[in-house]
């Protein structure tokens, strides 16, 4: 092709993509599939490679690229990004609807759409063309995140230039029609919206974050920030987020939100879908009942939706007052409010030793979730309430905040109830508890109880113990420190009710932490004895306290699951002087497992444990222990039906030793799924390379 045929193609290619991007991502039609979309992209790459000086900003490939940034520059915003003022009930409105009226009287409509959940964005045009992206920031000042925002497809890189006759279908006049095509050819042009992920784009981040072993995230809105404030480009082209735009900030002579929302939507950019024009506020509180009766089916986060007055001469003249705009307002959906009884209060210990009262309900659904605990906050929170034990109560979940009891009904008492009192006594640690002077609060005075607890239920849920997936260390602080979580045996309580509410946590993650707990209520016999943290008991020798617990137990067969109880009996009532006969265990580490097991506290954790399901499965016999001794591995790759640590806890149970580098003496490297350079080195030292099937043929047979 000649110079003049590429630059034709190019341009066609570029019209072509951009036709399908609008199609897409604004009218949620699909024309062509993926692949046919891709190999457009592919063939515009392949042209503009061979042709750079006919890459232009506009191009779809210039989406992704560009180094990682150090940081970002800031950005003022010419027109403060404002927050909005919130209305809670049909009276907030009202109210709202009357102070306009003493500003201005008339009448006037409202437009009406979703409140999203993301994070508020400014898009700024040069003659049609993307050239600054903007956050919020403090509503004066944001941050430059162009880079980023220019990696997502929902944000058109040049501005589509509307046809006349779509213009006059929206209801613009031609001196309107005119100012439009005036800025879209040599003008500027500001777009305020919304960046946003839809539930299951989220669940989707957090399930590969899961995988990763990386911290999961608390909700989309974290995840959108998270996102658009990466470093990075590249990951953010690979994150699923969207804009949405709601409001264009430059001056058209357009005198109406509906007429505006339209030409966005013309202009190329998603618009929220849900929207109404409302005549009175009669209208608004229908499409307000008719969003939240759906705001679960929704793909996006909702939490309410945006009422504004329609008539936007009226903006500048209703004006702006402390944080936010007179003119709109954020109607938000009420918080959910049920009737339960309060079963009974236990007293949590938090980080500095504070006791918080948690109020243990009859289980009841809230929005889909089962809530079964709220706190109580301290003593002054009781009196307030006036709560007793035994009481019916109104629990309240407003949001994704933690459920709270809100109200007692003294008129449903029987005469049973019964008075809360403060304990004088550390109910975790049996410390003294002191009344905090000048404060409502009270502590215990044990200056090693939290510390000592936290360690324990995070030594518990580790990898070389039960290996919980989910349950890293901040996370079992989270739930200590909520009160869902005081001992070990209470990890397998927990609902997923108990956990959506807190920070980090969906519906969906939440559901899944529940079951990572059920599927580990079975343990290996080992583990569960290295994850009891009894002093100076290690991994290996949680193995050789096994091996003496399987000569000696007769009650059950290799491979059968048994009660805890018969461990608990036997090592309370093994010999102190047979312990330390064991190999490797001397007197310090044989008198620590008496004490261990000769304390009430820690007997009554175990019989917790038995009786929420926790069981103990014995894996192996003694003549097995010899069969891969004075063997060395190294393990490299994914493994697809075990994780490494059970490969190497294998390993050592049968003799093994496991290390983390190749050498010449390493007898075996074990290979999973892209394995890396131990792999290349191993090959290299012409050491042994065997993949998962034949070390399970090696194990097992």
Not at 257 to 278: A, E, N, T
Not at 301 to 329: A, S, T
């Amino acid at each position: 092709m000649s110079l003049e045929q590429v630059e034709k193609r190019i341009k066609k290619l570029k019209k072509e993509i951009e036709h399908h991007r609008y199609a897409y991502h604004v009218l949620d039609k699909q024309e062509i599939s993926n692949g046919a979309l891709d190999s457009l992209k592919n063939e515009l790459a392949k042209l503009e490679q061979s042709y750079p000086d006919l890459i232009t900003p506009d191009s779809p490939t210039q989406r992704v690229g560009g180094k990682p940034l150090k940081d970002f520059e800031k950005v003022e915003h010419k027109v403060p990004m404002l927050s909005l003022f919130d209305a809670f009930t049909k009276q907030d409105m009202r109210d709202w609807e009357n102070r306009l009226l003493k500003i201005r009287g008339g009448n006037w409509s409202y437009f009406c759409e979703l409140k999203l959940d993301g994070l508020a964005m400014s898009l700024r045009y040069e003659n049609s063309m993307f050239v600054q992206g903007a956050t919020r920031g403090d509503g004066k000042i944001g941050e430059d995140v162009t880079p980023n925002l220019k990696t997502q497809e929902s944000i058109p890189l040049k501005l589509r230039k509307p046809k006349r006759d779509e213009l006059q279908q929206v209801g613009l006049t031609n001196k309107q029609i005119i100012n439009i095509q005036k800025v879209l050819t040599s003008g500027e042009l500001v777009v305020r919206g919304e960046v946003i992920m839809t539930k299951k784009s989220f669940e989707n981040l957090n399930k590969k974050l899961s995988q990763e072993n990386k911290s999961v995230l608390a909700n989309p809105r974290n995840a959108v920030a998270g996102t658009v404030r990466q470093l990075d480009p590249q990951v953010v082209a690979e994150r699923d987020i969207a804009f949405y735009a709601y409001y264009l900030v430059t001056d058209l002579g357009i005198k109406s939100q509906d007429k505006l929302i339209k030409l966005l939507s013309l202009l190329g950019f998603k618009i929220v879908k849900h929207y109404k024009l409302c005549s009175n506020l009669e209208e608004v509180f229908k499409f307000h009942h008719f969003c939240q009766d759906r705001r679960q089916k929704f793909p996006l986060q909702v939490d309410g939706i945006v009422v504004k007055v329609n008539e936007l001469d009226l903006w500048d003249f209703f004006g702006v007052v402390g944080k936010g705009p007179r003119y709109m307002m954020a109607y938000k959906f009420p918080a959910e409010q049920v009737t339960t009884k309060l079963k009974d209060v236990e007293w949590q210990v938090g980080r500095t030793g504070v006791l918080t009262p948690i109020a243990f309900l009859e289980p009841v659904n809230i929005r889909g979730a089962t809530i079964s605990r709220a706190t109580l906050h301290n003593m002054d929170e009781i009196k307030r309430l006036d709560i007793k034990i035994g009481d019916t109560v109104i629990v309240e979940r407003a949001g994704d905040v933690i459920p709270k009891i809100v109200k007692t009904l003294p008129g449903l008492r029987d005469g049973y109830e019964q008075k809360i009192k403060a304990p004088n006594k550390c109910p975790r640690c049996g410390g003294d508890v002191e009344k905090i002077s000048g404060e409502v609060a009270y502590k215990c005075v044990n200056k090693d109880c939290y510390a000592v607890n936290l360690r324990q239920l995070i030594h518990w849920t580790s990898k070389s113990a039960c290996d919980i997936q989910g349950l890293g260390e901040k996370v079992v602080e989270q739930l200590m420190e909520s009160g869902l979580v005081e001992e070990i045996s209470d990890f397998y309580t927990l609902t997923s009710g108990d956990l959506s509410p807190l920070e980090r946590f969906a519906d969906k993650s939440a559901e899944n932490l529940v079951k990572a707990i059920q599927d580990k209520k079975i343990i290996d016999l080992n583990r569960f004895i290295y994850g009891l943290g009894i002093e100076h008991i290690g991994s290996e020798t949680a193995l050789l306290l096994v091996d003496n617990f399987v000569n000696n137990y007769k009650g059950g067969k290799r491979g059968c699951i048994f009660k805890i109880k018969d461990v608990v009996n036997y090592f309370a009532s093994v010999d102190l002087k047979d312990l330390q006969d064991l190999q490797d265990i001397g007197s310090v580490v044989a008198q620590s497992i008496v004490d261990w097991f000769g304390n009430d506290k820690n007997i009554l954790v175990l019989k917790k444990l038995e009786k929420n399901g926790v069981g103990i499965k014995w894996r192996k016999q003694r003549d097995e222990i010899e069969k891969l001794k004075g063997l060395t591995f190294v393990l490299t790759g994914g493994l697809s039906s075990l994780t490494r640590q059970e490969a190497r806890d294998k390993i050592r149970q049968l003799g093994g030793n496991t290390t983390y580098s190749v050498s010449k003496e390493t007898d075996y490297v074990l290979i999973g799924k892209d394995p890396g350079s131990k792999y290349r080195k191993a090959k290299k030292l012409g050491v042994n390379i065997i993949t998962e099937e034949e070390f399970r043929k090696m194990v097992n047979g």
